[in-house]
């Protein structure tokens, strides 16, 4: 999972900031419930059309393990002529302008996300030879 949000909540009330460093560290050990993307969600940009050796030069992009989940969520995502890969799994790509929680919701299969905190949403662009496998 990959995310411009500013922090991480916990079902056990504890909320991870990525922005505000004089939050005092926490160590817990739980599944995250969400991610709370602040009031500027940054943009989120693949290009990636790595090559997976094992398949014949085949290209992958950015590639998760077999039945998992692959996500992109910010604001703007934009996929410039790159490649994402989830065999059998799942693509979830989360495009949230201005303020907003992202639920994550286990599954034996990766994480499907929820969007029902979510008012306004941004682009989300497949350019060139981008590809969802």
Not at 51 to 59: A, G, L, V, Y
Not at 70 to 80: F, H, K, Q, T, Y
Request: glycine share 12%.
């Amino acid at each position: 999972m990959a995310s411009t949000a500013t922090s991480l909540k916990f079902a056990d009330g504890i909320e991870f900031s990525a922005t505000n460093s004089q939050t005092t560290p926490l160590l817990t050990v739980s599944v995250p419930i969400g991610l709370q993307l602040g009031g500027n969600p940054g943009s989120i940009l693949n290009q990636s059309q790595a090559i997976n050796s094992d398949r014949n030069s085949e290209i992958v992009g950015l590639q998760v393990e077999p039945s998992k989940t692959l996500a992109l969520v910010g604001g703007d995502i934009a996929l410039e002529g790159g490649y994402l890969t989830a065999a059998e799994g799942r693509i979830e790509l989360g495009s949230v302008a201005g303020l907003g929680f992202v639920n994550l919701n286990p599954t034996n299969s990766g994480w499907v996300l929820g969007y029902d905190c979510v008012q306004n949403f941004r682009d989300i662009k497949l350019n060139g030879l981008s590809e969802l496998l």
